[in-house]
């Protein structure tokens, strides 16, 4: 109970992204997830929902391929950008929000969803961000942001988003 409970502040899908060579257990998915429990991490304590948002900076979401949570090399920019800011503003927080596009079950995509939250927040926290101001949550196909039921639209949905509190 307890490690599900920290699940998710704590867990994070980090080696996956950041390195090679370490154990892997293969998921429903079919990629190698890592899930390893970084230092610094701890139980999640609150919900930065219920803090101020920030609306005057905001950043472009990166991008997944469809079935992945695998970051691309042309989404990295975008990475560096949130931790360059997120390092130079230590009084603000973070919610990576995963989504999905509407292909899959409501479980499938909210499971995929979740690790590209949490490869998003890997590779920050690889960049120096501190994990303790890094939050997931995961909205599946939930929330999309192009109506449509095509490709294009498919592509759009696909994404992590960047939710930033005081």
Same mark, same amino acid.
């Given at each position: 109970?307890?490690?599900?409970?920290r699940y998710? #502040?704590? @867990?994070?899908?980090?080696?996956?992204? *950041?390195? $090679?060579?370490?154990?892997?257990?293969?998921d429903?998915? +079919?990629? /190698?997830?890592?899930?390893?429990?970084?230092?610094?991490?701890?139980a999640l304590m609150?919900?930065?929902?219920?803090?101020?948002?920030?609306?005057d900076v905001s950043?472009?979401?990166?991008?997944?391929?469809?079935?992945?949570?695998?970051i691309?090399?042309g989404?990295? #920019?975008? @990475?560096?950008?949130?931790a360059?800011y *997120?390092? $130079?503003?230590?009084?603000?927080?973070l919610v990576v929000? +995963?989504? /999905?596009?509407e292909?899959g079950?409501?479980e499938?995509?909210?499971?995929?969803?979740?690790h590209?939250a949490l490869?998003?927040?890997?590779y920050?926290?690889?960049?120096g961000?501190?994990?303790?101001?890094?939050?997931?949550r995961?909205?599946?196909?939930?929330?999309?942001?192009?109506?449509?039921?095509?490709?294009?639209?498919?592509t759009?949905?696909?994404?992590?988003?960047?939710?930033?509190?005081?």
């Amino acid at each position: 109970m307890k490690s599900s409970l920290r699940y998710m #502040g704590v @867990l994070t899908v980090g080696v996956a992204v *950041l390195a $090679g060579g370490c154990k892997t257990d293969s998921d429903e998915m +079919g990629e /190698s997830l890592i899930i390893e429990e970084l230092d610094g991490d701890h139980a999640l304590m609150e919900r930065f929902e219920d803090r101020v948002r920030v609306t005057d900076v905001s950043f472009d979401p990166v991008g997944f391929r469809y079935d992945s949570y695998q970051i691309d090399g042309g989404e990295v #920019g975008k @990475l560096n950008r949130v931790a360059d800011y *997120l390092r $130079g503003n230590g009084d603000v927080s973070l919610v990576v929000e +995963g989504h /999905s596009d509407e292909r899959g079950s409501r479980e499938y995509n909210m499971s995929l969803g979740e690790h590209r939250a949490l490869a998003v927040r890997a590779y920050l926290i690889g960049l120096g961000v501190d994990s303790a101001r890094i939050q997931t949550r995961s909205y599946g196909a939930e929330k999309p942001v192009d109506m449509g039921h095509n490709e294009a639209a498919w592509t759009n949905n696909r994404r992590g988003e960047f939710a930033l509190y005081r």
